[in-house]
């Protein structure tokens, strides 16, 4: 039997399954079919009360405070009890245990660190729709937790310098940690950077979570500069990266190899995932959200457990278990290997998967939002030092208001820093274009759907930003000549005899033209 390919099941095998309890009233089938209900023995493992989580976070975080740990607690279950309410049972799934384990974390290590923020930045509160983000901070309200007046955000805006580097320790804001040493200068990423206030605060607590042994997950807009923020957060750790992009049709075999051609003939070498692990490099991973949700799990297995099977049939393995020598198949994990996944936020008009949802809780969040007005000004500053003031004025006040309207819903793509930044670097390289004829560049799509021009053009002119005007449109008044001055009489002051001296002076008018002073 074994020669023709027949081979006995051991008698000791066994399958063990783990899985979540299936969603009632959903468009898709439930996975717990009455076919698969007589395969198993079923085992419910129940949720952990109150006591026992808290029990299990003082056990494995001796040095946070415990009025601190018990009020995020209180907060927890209260929010986990309240089944009527949908909302508050979706955020509630957002503070797992091991989300709450993170959160300890980060207070035992860093003594300044508050509970409002923490659960804000675990929720992504800056996605939430405007009903949700108001329910959550009543409940915080009623559980007296509010945001520290003195946060690390005006800790960092007081330093002179938003970074150093010296003597193998690197300071962003008040967060110092030291430098891992590294070997291959050559990948580490050196992109055009112009710091400002808000990417720093950013940065500052990416480098927390990083000095926790933390994989980073960074959700936002297409356009806020989350590549940016990645490789200069590298740049300044002096670590090696290794980049893949997702897209939809990324499978799991092509996650873990890549094929090459060599000498007219097609070789599977590792991809950049399996060398970031075997090198214990950065893997950075790009349009995550655009993958199917089967491919990106695989990287569930390989955070939780630390192992995953590749595509060729070896197996990855932490450096903690013991490997034979003579395993040829067994990959041990880098102690140095980090994940920084990146992703756009679930939903129109980026139509992609909601990875937070499917694997959020295995990373620590970071919600990127577009620059605030001071910070993307004193960028764009950087970035056109010789394009005028008050015409960088008008774009971050328009493109602010543009913001806004996406957040409540009244246009669909929210225009991001890199539109800005595009404006910004064209006037910059050519003066005598027209601020009108450049912002065209990026809202002459939208002539396609006509009210959605209107408005646009109807906001840019209240900005000062005169989209829209066509020449053949403005008339200007016929011009008549003025006579020369001539004497025509004098004047004399109430009650005095002497006429009141007067001057002829000539009176030059100046127009400003492409930011320059001309006389008319």
Excluded at 11 to 18: D, E, K, M, V
Excluded at 341 to 347: C, D, K, Q, S, T
């Amino acid at each position: 039997m074994v020669k023709r390919g027949v081979r006995p099941i051991h008698p000791s095998f066994r399958i063990l399954a783990l899985a979540e309890p299936p969603v009632l009233n959903t468009q898709k089938p439930p996975w717990l079919s009455p076919e698969s209900l007589t395969m198993f023995l079923y085992h419910y493992m129940r949720p952990l009360d109150g006591a026992e989580e808290a029990n299990v976070l003082m056990d494995l975080v001796p040095g946070c405070k415990t009025d601190q740990l018990k009020q995020l607690m209180f907060f927890t279950q209260d929010l986990r009890q309240q089944q009527a309410n949908s909302t508050l049972v979706s955020l509630s799934s957002s503070l797992s245990t091991r989300q709450l384990l993170r959160i300890a974390k980060r207070m035992e290590q860093f003594g300044h660190e508050d509970i409002h923020t923490a659960v804000h930045k675990a929720c992504l509160s800056q996605f939430l729709p405007q009903m949700a983000r108001g329910i959550l901070n009543d409940q915080l309200s009623s559980h007296n937790i509010y945001a520290s007046r003195h946060t690390t955000s005006e800790d960092s805006a007081e330093q002179t310098e938003p970074w150093t580097k010296q003597d193998g320790t690197l300071r962003i804001g008040r967060t110092t940690v030291a430098l891992a040493p590294n070997v291959n200068q050559i990948k580490v990423p050196d992109v055009l950077f112009y710091d400002n206030p808000q990417h720093t605060r950013v940065m500052e607590e990416m480098l927390k979570d990083y000095a926790l042994g933390e994989h980073l997950l960074l959700v936002g807009n297409q356009g806020v500069g989350k590549n940016k923020l990645v490789d200069r957060f590298l740049y300044l750790l002096d670590q090696p990266r290794e980049y893949i992009q997702l897209h939809r049709d990324t499978t799991v075999q092509s996650l873990t190899l890549q094929p090459t051609v060599r000498d007219g003939r097609i070789l599977y070498e590792d991809s950049p995932m399996v060398v970031a692990l075997q090198r214990g490099h950065v893997l950075v991973v790009d349009e995550a959200d655009k993958a199917p949700t089967h491919v990106t799990c695989i990287l569930k297995a390989l955070l939780e457990s630390g192992e995953m099977i590749l595509g060729d049939g070896r197996r990855v393995i932490t450096g903690g278990a013991s490997v034979p020598k003579d395993m040829d198949d067994v990959i041990v994990a880098h102690p140095n290997f980090r994940l920084i996944v990146l992703a756009n936020r679930p939903g129109f008009p980026f139509l992609g998967n909601d990875f937070f949802a499917s694997l959020g809780d295995m990373f620590s969040c970071h919600a990127i939002g577009n620059p605030d007005k001071l910070s993307e000004l004193a960028m764009l500053q950087q970035y056109g030092p010789d394009v005028p003031m008050d015409i960088l004025e008008k774009l971050v006040a328009a493109f602010a208001e543009l913001r806004g309207l996406a957040d409540d819903g009244l246009i669909s793509y929210p225009y991001s820093t890199r539109e800005v930044v595009n404006i910004v670097k064209h006037l910059q390289k050519f003066h005598d274009e027209g601020l009108p004829m450049v912002v065209r560049n990026v809202f002459d799509f939208d002539r396609y759907q006509p009210e959605l021009q209107e408005q646009l053009i109807s906001l840019l002119q209240k900005h000062g930003i005169p989209l829209g005007v066509e020449k053949d449109g403005i008339k200007v008044a016929k011009t008549f000549p003025l006579p020369k001055p001539s004497f025509a009489g004098r004047f004399f002051r109430s009650g005095a005899s002497q006429p009141v001296e007067w001057q002829e002076k000539e009176l030059t008018i100046q127009v400003r033209r492409h930011g320059k002073d001309t006389p008319v």
